[in-house]
Structure formats: structure tokens, C-alpha cells
């Protein structure tokens, strides 16, 4: 009797006793290997180049994968240390295998500067996409923000945007941002001059406007640069004798300036001869200016 | 009138098999020499693995000699154009599991150049020979053992051979199948065929073969027609009978000694191989006086089996 | 032509295997699982659809290639079908090339099948892209030069070791550009005479590998594809000559 019980449980035991044991074990590994997240063995990669020779003439498809995988792999937050290998990853291995996939150069770029914080890490993984890809605007465009925003070089970022208005195909922001750049840096000429061949070339009415806006505040910038420097010039002049001109038009006739200055609403500029302030009568077209 | 010319004709042959690694050389065909003459019907004997296959490949070029010639029809065996007059089955033959009969026929039909009327009707010419026309239509994977057989021999003759090379014909067949293929292979030799076979089926070679080689040590030892090669005289003879038991008779028969042999008891009647000619007399006087009855006495010539044995086992 | 008729036959061998369907299940399914997989990803889903679909044609072309490539010889010498075949008028050559051409004609349908299958994903998303063609037709000639290794190994050899073979000069003619580093690399003028004869010598199956040029729409300029074309052919001419010269002295045992 016994017997017959004992050959009739053998089987589902030999099955159901297994197979707990490998539920259990697997349910320990899984928590215990969750919190590197997923497929952290990929951080371990070699390099791309010895990947290549791994990949037998698909190198494409594994930076695809690995692509795929690295979005999941920096979606998750619980993995401790999770940029350490950040730079490996993209600019290692993915880019490595194939350096004309634009996304992870855009998606790393991001992740480094956003997530990790390390602005420069993603310049340089830009600028190798950039070297890899010259005809694709928007790795320098990317780049030339992230010097804006981020880093606020607005040097480094004109240079970058200018590689990216090279390419025809670019959107017209980035001209605009371009010639803002030059703004920023207080080289107010170059910027007035980038501002109009927007304005020249622009072919809707939102951009002609807008080009139309910045010329005009900067014309007037200018002119008032101009003016206050040489209204200071003419005071410490022996002709000024520490006095300010009674008008802008003395200036005129002692040839410091050309012609008298009118802003390009064809307003005359305000003068006042006791305090040597000179302003705009005209508003500046821009609020961002603030009062002229 | 000139000497018809052989249809085969081979002069020491030798072949030996490459061993596994380094174990030497196993050398299988040691000189082995051959003719066969058109319109014959010749059987190759010999044990398993004594070289039967190997040779029979050898001269269809599957496998290369090491050493000998080999002449089909008087000229050199390798031409191509000699395989428009040559039929083969080998043996246990195995062919495409998923073409029907049909469409094998047709498929080795192409392999000689004939147009599609000239295939199709080859092919039901054939098929009717062997006796397969109504399960032509059935995948190959689908035949048994004696139906491949079947087709393997329809394929052998499509081409209307002169010279037809069996290896182990009959392997697999039930009792019909083999009537039927010895009455195929009687057929050929009818209309002048020639026929090359290998077996060790010895009573098949008994009933169809003209001549007879036994392939002993890689080389031909005893080759020639049955009826030379057997020696006519009386080897032994068997008496059966029915009455009082062999142990009274020897006795009296032979003086107790031997020359007498119980082959077999079986209730009334008893078998006894005598082999010579004095004590079967005795023997006969015996049964006569002791009260039996004879029932028979025949004569053993040397068979094949004997002829076979006798030179394989070694004098 | 006797050697079509072998063609022909083998075709009909092979198409019936079910070796090849299962492997075309398993391209379509990739292709197919592209679209999730591309799912995943952040950015361009059509370069991830247009990689996997590229790499599963290539892929599963040469599995065919060798699994079905590999295994007809053989079968046919250990079934001993080759038997009663080599012993008609025809001759060895004839009997080895119309193998060869059977397979390259089940390869061709295979690939035509999975092309199209590939096409009809990508035109139903509006990335289509024809160029992609040029990177397809060489990605055939590859098979049949990988094809021509599988039948020459198989021509003396036993399927196992044909197909490790295979796979290996596979994987060699994937890493050609390795030869070339080490041969700058290594020292002594014998080590790097040896490695330059092989790097010259050993199929560089990535000359006719265009599949990353072509995702990338980049050109694939006509002289190119020529003479990959020619490069892809006439190695397997030369494999396919002695492919039929180590056959033709082969014994049936």
C-alpha cells in the first residue's frame, strides 16, 4: 500500500521540488541583482572597436541594441552610481559601432548634461558626432544650446550654431540664435550685422518681423554707444573743455560724427546737454530691453 | 568468326581502405582478375565484406583502384559514354523521399537526354517490368523495402542497358519478390543481356548464374561454370526408412563403427547420412532383414553451399 | 541541360525541407518584432526596423546556406542517392554544380520572400527606401559565396565539421580588416608575409557589405557595387572549381 503511495507521488515530486527550487533561487538573484538594473553586464562591454570584430559585419544592429538597451538601462534610478559608466557606453561603444546613428549622440548628450550634470562630457561626445556626421545640423546645434544654456559660453555657442546654419537645411532659429549670440558677447556690430541678413533673407512674415525688431534695437544700442562715446570724447576734448556740447549737432559740424543722428524710426535721439545723457525717443521694439 | 569482344574485362585490380588515423592501410582487392562475356550471367560470391561491393564500385567509378585496368566493351571504363549502356542497383538502395516514382523515372530519364515522350514512356515500359506501375504515383518515402527495391531495378533498366551491374539484388525481398526478379533477371539474359551480380544468397546464384567467381583473401579464387566448377560425383547419400531404431541397425550395419549418421528421428521414420558406398549396402541389407521399410534413397552431389564453404573457410 | 535537371531536383530536395520554413518563420518574425523593438527606442524607429530587417536577411540567408547547403551533399553520399546518379552518363562536375545551382536557386527564393516581406513593413510605415535593394543585391552574392564554401566542404567532408567550417570562414571573412592590423602589427617578415597572404587571400566578405551605407541613405556608388559584384563572383567561380576538383576524385565508400 505504501509502495503503490510512494510510486505515484515520485513523479510530480521529482517535477514540483526542482522547480520550486529553481522559483526560489531565481526570485533571490532577480532582487538581488535589481538594483544595477537592468542588463547591467552591458556596462561592461568592451569597447567598440573590439565589438566590431564581435558584431561579424552588423555593427549597426548592436548599436541599435545597445541603444535600446541604454534607454532602459538610465530610465531606471535605483541602480547606485549609474553614471559611471556613462561616457563608455555612448561615446565607447555605441558610437564606436556606428558613428553615423545621430541618436545616441542627441539621447547621451542629454542624459550626460541633464541627468548627470556633466556638460562638458556631452560636448565632447557632440563633437565627435559632429567629426562623424558633418552634414547633420543638429549636433551642433545641440551642442552650440547646451553651450548657451547650460554653460552660458555664448563664444563657444555662436561657433557651434554657425556650424549648423552651414547646412541649408538647418531651420531658421538657429541663424536667429546665432546672431543673438554675438549679442550676448556685447559685440553688438557683428550681431546687428547677422540680424540683417536675416532680415534679408527672411521669407515669412513672423521672421521678417522679428529680424525687423532686433535690427532695430540694436541699431539704436549702437548709435547710442556711439554717441555716448563721443560725447565723453568731445568732454574731455580741449574743444569741450570738460563740457558737454550744447547739441548733438556740434558734434555733426566738428566731423565727429557723420550726420546727425536719428534712431530708424526717423526720431531725433533726446539729448540733454546739462547731464550728457543721450536716449532713444523711439521705444525699443523688444520688451526684453526694458526702457531705453 | 570473330571472338565476340568481352563485355567486361578486369586485370589486377587492387584497392586498399585508408584506416582511421593511424592505424595502416587495410588492403580489401589484392589483384583481382575478371572477364565477362556478353549474353552471360555471372555471379560474384564471397562473405560479408570480402569485397564484393567495393569491386562492383570500382568499375562504375566510385570508387578509384589503386592499381589494374578495368575495360567496359573493350575500350577504358572511364568513359562517360559508356553509362549510356550500363544499368546498376546497388544495394539497399535508397533514392529521393519526395519525388514519387514517377517523377524519379522522369528526373533519371533527363540524366540521359531523352525528350519527354521518349521519358514517359520509358518510364511505364519499366515500371510494368517491375510491376509498379499502379503504385507509381506514391511518394518514394512511402515505398517498402521490396517496392524500393522495385524501382531501383526500373531505374537500372530505363536506359535499356546491354550490361547490368546488381549488387545483392534480392536483399530484402519476400518469397514473390524474388521469384519476380529472377524471372526479370532470366528475362534479360533472354534477350541477350548481360548480368553482373554479387550475392551471398548462394541458391539464387545456383538457379540464374551461367558462371560463378568466389571472392576469397581479395582476389578470385575459384571462378568458372557450375557445372565445371561441381564435382558430378556422389558425395553422400540419405536413407530414409520407418521401422526398427538406428542403434539396432548401426550394429549389425557397421560393425559398430562409423560411416553412419542419424540425421534425424521423427516418430516412425529416421534420416541417416552414409557416406560410403559399402556401408550403404549393409545398411539397406540391414533394414531389409531387421523387418523395416525403405522409404527413400537419394544421392548428394557437391552443391554450391559445399563449393562455397569449402574454399571461404579455408582447405 | 543535365546540370538544370540536377538543379531542378535539388530545388525540389531542399523546398521541402522543413529546416528552410522554419528558418523563414524565424526571419519573418524578426522582421515583424523590429516594429516592437523599435518600440523602445527614443529617436529613429525606422533605422532600428530597417538594421534588423537587413541583418535577419543576411543572417538567416547563410543559416540556410549552411544548415540546407551543408546537409545535400552529405545525404546524398550517406543515403547513397549519389550512387545511382554518379553512376549515369553524367559527369561529377555536372552532378556538384547543379547542387550548387539548386541551393543558390532555393537561397534566391528565400531572399525574395523575406525581401519582400521587409518591403511591404517599410512601405506600409512610408520608409521606403530602394537603395536598400543595392545593399539586398549583395548580401546574395555573399550567400553564394558562402554557399560555394558550404559545398565545398561538403564535398569531402562530414556535415558537422562542413558546417563549423563554414561558420568559421564566415566569421574570418567578417574580420578581414583584423589581418590587415595585425599584419602592421606583428613583427618579423615572415609573420607578416603570412598574415598579408591571408588577408589578400581569405574571402573579405565585407567588401560586399553595404547594409550600414544603405540605412544611413548613403551612396552606394555604382562602380562600387560592380565590382563587389565581380569580387563576390569570381571568388566563388574559383571555390566552385575546387569544389568539383576534390570531388571528382572522391571515392563512394
Known amino acids: 500500500m505504501l509502495r503503490a503511495l510512494q510510486r505515484r507521488l515520485i513523479w510530480p515530486l521529482a517535477i514540483v521540488v526542482p522547480a520550486c527550487a529553481a522559483a526560489w533561487s531565481w526570485d533571490r538573484l532577480e532582487s538581488a541583482g535589481s538594483q544595477d538594473g537592468p542588463g547591467a553586464s552591458v556596462l561592461y562591454l568592451p569597447s567598440g572597436r573590439y565589438l566590431k570584430a564581435a558584431s561579424l559585419g552588423f555593427p549597426e544592429v548592436l548599436a541599435d541594441a545597445i541603444y535600446i538597451w541604454s534607454i532602459q538601462y538610465y530610465s531606471n534610478y535605483t541602480a547606485a552610481d549609474r553614471f559611471a559608466y556613462l561616457d563608455h557606453i555612448y561615446s565607447g561603444v555605441i558610437t564606436e559601432l556606428d558613428p553615423h546613428y545621430v541618436d545616441p549622440y542627441l539621447i547621451g548628450s542629454l542624459i550626460m548634461s541633464t541627468e548627470a550634470g556633466d556638460h562638458e562630457m556631452a560636448l565632447r561626445l557632440l563633437d565627435k558626432g559632429i567629426a562623424a556626421n558633418p552634414h547633420e545640423w543638429i549636433l551642433p546645434f545641440e551642442a552650440g544650446f547646451t553651450c548657451y544654456n547650460d554653460i552660458k559660453d555664448f563664444q563657444r555657442a555662436a561657433a557651434y550654431f554657425e556650424k549648423a546654419i552651414a547646412n541649408p537645411e538647418a531651420p531658421g532659429a538657429i541663424r536667429r540664435m546665432h546672431a543673438e549670440m554675438f549679442n550676448k558677447l556685447g559685440d553688438k556690430r557683428a550681431s546687428l550685422d547677422y540680424w540683417l541678413e536675416v532680415h534679408e533673407t527672411a521669407d515669412d512674415a513672423y521672421v521678417e518681423d522679428i529680424s525687423w525688431r532686433h535690427v532695430h534695437d540694436l541699431r539704436i544700442e549702437i ?59 523711439s521705444p525699443f521694439r523688444l520688451y526684453r530691453r526694458g526702457p531705453a | 568468326m570473330s571472338v565476340p569482344q568481352p563485355v567486361l574485362e578486369i586485370a589486377g585490380l587492387r584497392k586498399s581502405y585508408k584506416g582511421h588515423l593511424s592505424i595502416g592501410r587495410r588492403e580489401v582487392i589484392k589483384g583481382l582478375d575478371l572477364t565477362i562475356q556478353p549474353g552471360e550471367v555471372f555471379g560474384l560470391l564471397g562473405q560479408n565484406g570480402s569485397g564484393k561491393t567495393t569491386t562492383l564500385k570500382m568499375i562504375l567509378s566510385l570508387i578509384f583502384p589503386d592499381a589494374g585496368r578495368i575495360s567496359l566493351f573493350g575500350t577504358d571504363y572511364r568513359s562517360v559514354a559508356h553509362r549510356h549502356r550500363i544499368g546498376f542497383l546497388p544495394e539497399n538502395p535508397w533514392f529521393y523521399e519526395y519525388l514519387t516514382g514517377r517523377e524519379f523515372l522522369d528526373f533519371y530519364g533527363q540524366l540521359f537526354g531523352y525528350g519527354r515522350a521518349e521519358r514517359s514512356a520509358r518510364a511505364e515500359a519499366v515500371l510494368a517490368r517491375v510491376g509498379m506501375s499502379d503504385r507509381a504515383g506514391l511518394p518514394l518515402r512511402k515505398y517498402s523495402k521490396g517496392m524500393l527495391q522495385r524501382i531501383g531495378m526500373a531505374q537500372a533498366l530505363i536506359n535499356d542497358p546491354e550490361f547490368v551491374i546488381l549488387d545483392e539484388p534480392m536483399s530484402g525481398l519476400d518469397p514473390i519478390g524474388r521469384r519476380e526478379f529472377r524471372d526479370i533477371i532470366l528475362d534479360l539474359k533472354r534477350r541477350g543481356r548481360t548480368i553482373f551480380f554479387s550475392s551471398h544468397i548462394l541458391s539464387d546464384a545456383e538457379a540464374i548464374c551461367d558462371r560463378v567467381g568466389i571472392l576469397k583473401d581479395g582476389r578470385i579464387g575459384v571462378e568458372g561454370r557450375l557445372a565445371d566448377l561441381l564435382s558430378p560425383a556422389v558425395r553422400s547419400w540419405e536413407v530414409m526408412y520407418a521401422g526398427p531404431p538406428f542403434a539396432q541397425l548401426m550394429s549389425v550395419a557397421a560393425g559398430g563403427d562409423g560411416g553412419c549418421q542419424l540425421l534425424s528421428d521423427r516418430g516412425p521414420e529416421s534420416l541417416v547420412a552414409v557416406h560410403d558406398e559399402k556401408v550403404l549396402s549393409k545398411l539397406l541389407d540391414s533394414i531389409r532383414t531387421q523387418g523395416g521399410r525403405l522409404i527413400s534413397v537419394s544421392a548428394r552431389r557437391e552443391t554450391l553451399e559445399d563449393l562455397y564453404v569449402k574454399e571461404v573457410s579455408g582447405r | 541541360m543535365k546540370i538544370m535537371a540536377i538543379a531542378a531536383n535539388t530545388f ?119 537603395r536598400l535593394t543595392g545593399a539586398i543585391w549583395l548580401t546574395f552574392i555573399e550567400l553564394m559565396l558562402v554557399t560555394a564554401i558550404a559545398i565545398l566542404f561538403s564535398s569531402f567532408s562530414t556535415p558537422i565539421l562542413s558546417s563549423l567550417f563554414t561558420v568559421t570562414f564566415f566569421i574570418i571573412g567578417h574580420l578581414s580588416w583584423g589581418l590587415r592590423l595585425m599584419a602592421d602589427k606583428v613583427e618579423g617578415v615572415a609573420a607578416k608575409f603570412l598574415c598579408e597572404f591571408f588577408y589578400r587571400v581569405l574571402p573579405n566578405l565585407e567588401l560586399l557589405n553595404m547594409r550600414g551605407r544603405a540605412v544611413h541613405g548613403l551612396e552606394l556608388p555604382e562602380s562600387q557595387m560592380a565590382f563587389a559584384t565581380l569580387y563576390g563572383l569570381s571568388y566563388t567561380a574559383v571555390l566552385l572549381a575546387l569544389a568539383v576538383a576534390t570531388f571528382r576524385r572522391r571515392d563512394f565508400l
Open chain 3, 12 to 130: 525540389k530536395e531542399a523546398i521541402r525541407d522543413r529546416i528552410l520554413y522554419l528558418l523563414l518563420a524565424f526571419a519573418i518574425l524578426m522582421i515583424g518584432a523590429s516594429r516592437l523593438l523599435s518600440l523602445m527606442t527614443v529617436g529613429s524607429e525606422e533605422k532600428i526596423v530597417k538594421d534588423i530587417g537587413l541583418a535577419s536577411i543576411a543572417l538567416f540567408g547563410v543559416a540556410v546556406a549552411i544548415f540546407v547547403g551543408v546537409g545535400l551533399v552529405f545525404k546524398e553520399i550517406e543515403k547513397r542517392t549519389v550512387y545511382t546518379l554518379v553512376s549515369k552518363p553524367i559527369r561529377r562536375s555536372q552532378f556538384i554544380l547543379g547542387k550548387y545551382c539548386g541551393l543558390v536557386l532555393v537561397l534566391a527564393v528565400n531572399l525574395a520572400v523575406m525581401t519582400a516581406v521587409f518591403y511591404l513593413v517599410l512601405i506600409q510605415r512610408g520608409w521606403m527606401d530602394w
Open chain 1, 223 to 281: 548709435d547710442l554707444q556711439t554717441l555716448r562715446e563721443a560725447l565723453e570724447a568731445w568732454k574731455s576734448s580741449p574743444r569741450g573743455a570738460g563740457q558737454y556740447p550744447q547739441s548733438l549737432l556740434e558734434l555733426v559740424r566738428a566731423g565727429v560724427i557723420s550726420r546727425e543722428p536719428i534712431d530708424p524710426d526717423g526720431v531725433a535721439y533726446a539729448y540733454d546737454p546739462a547731464t550728457g545723457q543721450v536716449r532713444s525717443a
